[in-house]
Structures are given as structure tokens and as C-alpha cells.
């Protein structure tokens, strides 16, 4: 396969938007001074999305994920308005009102870190160079022991500034990822250009092939399990990072925050892919496997 084309951004209306997504999932600010900066105008448009009777995360994931394609507050509001509850849901009342907090939440952040902008910039540098050291054979091993087609051919990262301290996530409907730009690896084991590899391979589970065979309220959770062992394997074939439990264990706490059972859960996950990797079943089949696997209350 040929190598996967990245289009890298930096934006500030992302980051900001991004911090108050971060508070609302209650995930640990290590970035405590931009948290802090932006609670109050973030605590605004969190009470403006519900006051519109919205879905505060789904409207806030969305936001992060389109912001920086629009710098016109409004027209993004009815974008993200259109798009999760159809065009009849984009009222004047709700971009006006949502427009107006998402403007206030920037203001608020260009005025105490006006450098940020610039700093997103600076921050997105070590981690591209650290990508483009090992990423694209990354991806190609991936699509080596999966399949050519799980692999996106094209994709959009989304630097932001930091919150939790080394974190990210994957959007495949919109082909992107948004990821902290953190200067060094809080994990020296995984670094961060290997969370990156993580998140991309993310990026083809919207596909038929493999949405189709899971229940939909579970596709993003076996997404993020099952490539956590295939990141790994291709790691280990470009002398990345090694796929043994300790390091799948370390990837479910450092990749997706688990907290439980993560010891189970990472000795499950790396039976499951060394049967598939030695066996003679299709990434597909193993896929579904999987789901088998995962209870129902993991989803």
C-alpha cells in the first residue's frame, strides 16, 4: 500500500472547544491553568447547549471535530446542528445562542493565552518529525496483518492543546483525529506518535464491512480494543514498542484511561489477536470474534 496522506492542523477554537469536552467526560486536567481559564465561558455554553435542548456531549465532540474547518461560529453551529439532528434543528434561536457562547469561550482564550496559536504551531512539530520517522512503516505492517483496506488512504490530524497531558481520539465519520500536542512523551514506553498510529487505525471502522457486523453503540469501543494489540504487532515490526500484556495493559492506562480490570481485559485482548495473527481467519471474522468477547457493559 502506499503511505497514508496526513493533513496536519493546529487550531485555537478546536483547543478551546476541546477543553471544555475534556471537563464535561471528567477526564484529569494536568493542563490546569487553561482549565481554569476556561471554566466559566465553557460552563456557558454548557448550560447553552442543554437550555437548547441538545446532547451536551455529542454536540461538543462534533464542534471539536468541525471547528476548524469554519471560522464562522454560526455557520459551524448549523453544520453541527444539521448534521446530528437534521436541518429543521438549526433554529435561529440555537445558532444565536450557541454561536454566541463558542465566541465567547475563543475570546476568553485569545485574551489570557494569546500565544496559543502560535504555540500550536511549535507544538505540532515533534511529534510530526517523530511520525514521520516510523508512522508510515507503521501503517503499512497494520495493513500487512490486517487488511490494505482498514488502513485510511487519506486523513486530517487535529492538534490541541493539552488537557489530560497525552491523549486523543478518532473520528471516522470525518476521516480525522484530534490529539494534544504535548513537547515530550509523558510515556516513554508509547510515545506519543505511536498513540497517533493508534488513532488512524481507527479511522476505517465506519466502513460496512466492519459497522455492520457490531452493534452501533459498541463500534467505537471495539475499535479502540482491537487495534490496541494490532498497533502493537506492527510496533514491534518496525522496532517501535513491544506486544506483549505489560505493554497492551499500558496502552488501555495510557491510551484509554482505563482504570479496571485492565490486567483481565489486556490478557483477553492479546489471546484474541495471537489466535487471529497465527490462525487462518479474516481480519473480519476475527473482528467479530472479538465482539463476542467484549462484555456488554465494556461497550
Known amino acids: ?46 448550560e447553552s447547549i442543554k437550555d437548547c435542548g441538545l446532547e451536551v456531549t ?32 438549526a433554529t435561529e434561536q440555537r445558532l444565536s445562542v450557541l454561536s454566541a457562547a463558542i465566541s465567547g469561550l475563543e475570546t476568553r482564550a485569545l485574551a489570557e493565552r494569546p500565544e496559543l496559536v502560535d504555540e500550536l504551531a511549535l507544538r505540532a512539530r515533534p511529534l510530526h518529525e517523530q511520525w514521520e ?29 493539552p488537557f489530560v497531558g497525552g491523549y486523543g481520539c478518532a473520528y471516522p465519520r470525518f476521516n480525522r483525529v484530534v490529539i494534544e500536542g504535548v513537547l515530550t512523551n509523558p510515556h516513554l514506553d508509547l510515545p506519543e506518535a505511536l498513540r497517533l498510529g493508534w488513532l488512524l487505525a481507527q479511522l476505517q471502522v465506519d466502513a460496512p464491512i466492519y459497522a455492520d457486523a457490531v452493534a452501533g453503540d459498541r463500534l467505537d469501543r471495539l475499535a479502540q480494543l482491537a487495534t ?9 515490526g518496525v522496532e517501535w514498542a513491544t506486544c506483549d500484556v505489560t505493554t497492551v495493559q499500558r496502552a488501555l492506562e495510557c491510551w484509554c484511561l482505563e482504570r479496571d480490570n485492565q490486567s483481565e ?23 467479530r470474534a472479538l465482539d463476542a468477547l467484549i462484555p456488554a457493559n465494556a461497550s
Request: net charge negative.
Open 58 to 89: 455529542k454536540i461538543l465532540e462534533m464542534l471539536v471535530c468541525l471547528a476548524p474547518e469554519y471560522e464562522n461560529n454560526r455557520q459551524l453551529s448549523e453544520i453541527v446542528l444539521s448534521r446530528i439532528y437534521g436541518q429543521t434543528a
Open 265 to 287: 481485559l489486556a490478557k483477553m485482548l492479546l489471546q484474541w489477536w495471537e489466535t487471529y495473527d497465527q490462525g487462518t481467519s479474516s481480519w473480519q471474522i476475527a473482528w
Open 228 to 236: 490496541i494489540p494490532a498497533v502493537l504487532a506492527a510496533a514491534e
Open 1 to 46: 500500500m502506499t503511505n497514508t496522506n496526513l493533513r496536519w492542523k493546529a487550531d485555537l477554537s478546536a483547543s478551546s472547544l476541546y477543553a471544555v469536552l475534556s471537563a464535561v467526560k471528567g477526564l484529569p486536567a494536568v493542563n490546569n491553568s487553561l482549565a481554569e481559564i476556561l471554566q466559566e465561558p465553557g460552563d456557558c455554553l454548557v
Open 133 to 161: 520517522a516510523r508512522g508510515p512503516g507503521l501503517l503499512r505492517q497494520l495493513a500487512r496483518s490486517t487488511e490494505e483496506s482498514f488502513v485510511a488512504e487519506t486523513a486530517e490530524v487535529v492538534l490541541v492543546a
